[in-house]
């Protein structure tokens, strides 16, 4: 049974401040990744998705990383600003069509 | 583009009662898949749906039911609830090109469902 792992559960970091976000997963036969951010009472907002062949992806401020073999992924927020706050999730897609999700992330970035 | 739509965005509903929740995904997607999120289990799956079929289903008793209708327009519902079942339900649409795993899947808002 897959599970997905997210350290830390919680991050508190000042402004303009590079960090990075882990994600373990425990099976590696999966078909991709994707990172999400979730605002309080919101729904999921797509950050990025790796296919299973990819190491990494880039948009704008952020870098995810996959080591499939492993069962890692990060992701990376370069200069951090107060509008990163939120909960930050990972999950991978399996072959059963369906996401499984870690337990996210909780960033805050202080002015 | 329009975005994945549910309605409605709240509601209150007492013990026994049902429910049905509605999700509208992007034009043009075909799959449409549900979830359930809580405090304390997260994220679950509950079921996917791709051109009026249930392809996948998660491990939620028979009360968790849905459907998907022709324009890909899909419901889920809730027969006798219980407390327990208080949670954001989101969905979650892909557009499927090139194969399943390419797919990146858009969530809606959800629907925030309070059981008393």
């Known amino acids: 049974k897959q599970e997905v792992t997210q350290i830390p559960a919680a991050l508190s970091v000042p402004e303009g401040e590079n960090l990075v976000l882990n994600c373990s997963f425990t099976?590696?036969?999966?078909?991709?990744l994707q990172w999400f951010r979730q605002d309080p009472g919101k729904g999921l907002t797509s950050l990025l998705l790796?296919?299973?062949?990819?190491r990494e992806q880039t948009s704008g401020r952020l870098n995810a990383s996959l080591d499939k073999s492993s069962g890692r992924s990060t992701l990376y927020i370069a200069a951090s600003q107060p509008g990163d706050s939120a909960t930050y999730l990972c999950?991978?897609?399996?072959?059963?069509?369906?996401?499984?999700f870690g337990q996210g992330t909780r960033l805050t970035i202080n002015p | 583009k329009a975005g994945v739509t549910q309605t409605p965005r709240y509601l209150i509903k007492t013990r026994g009662q049902q429910v049905t929740l509605s999700c509208s995904p992007i034009?043009?997607?075909?799959?449409v898949s549900w979830y359930q999120q809580t405090p304390g289990q997260g994220l679950q799956f509950l079921f996917e749906?791709?051109?009026?079929?249930?392809?996948n289903k998660g491990n939620f008793p028979g009360r968790f039911s849905g459907r998907q209708f022709s324009n890909s327009r899909s419901e889920m519902n809730v027969s006798t609830l219980e407390l327990g079942d208080s949670a954001l339900y989101l969905c979650?649409?892909?557009?499927?090109?090139?194969?399943?795993?390419?797919?990146?899947?858009?969530f809606g808002p959800g629907t925030r469902l309070t059981v008393l």
């Open positions: 034009s043009g997607h075909r799959s």
């Open positions: 979650a649409s892909s557009l499927e090109v090139g194969g399943r795993q390419f797919s990146k899947r858009f």
């Open positions: 749906y791709f051109s009026e079929t249930q392809r």
């Open positions: 999950a991978v897609l399996q072959g059963a069509q369906k996401l499984v």
């Open positions: 790796i296919q299973s062949s990819q």
């Open positions: 099976d590696s036969a999966i078909y991709n």
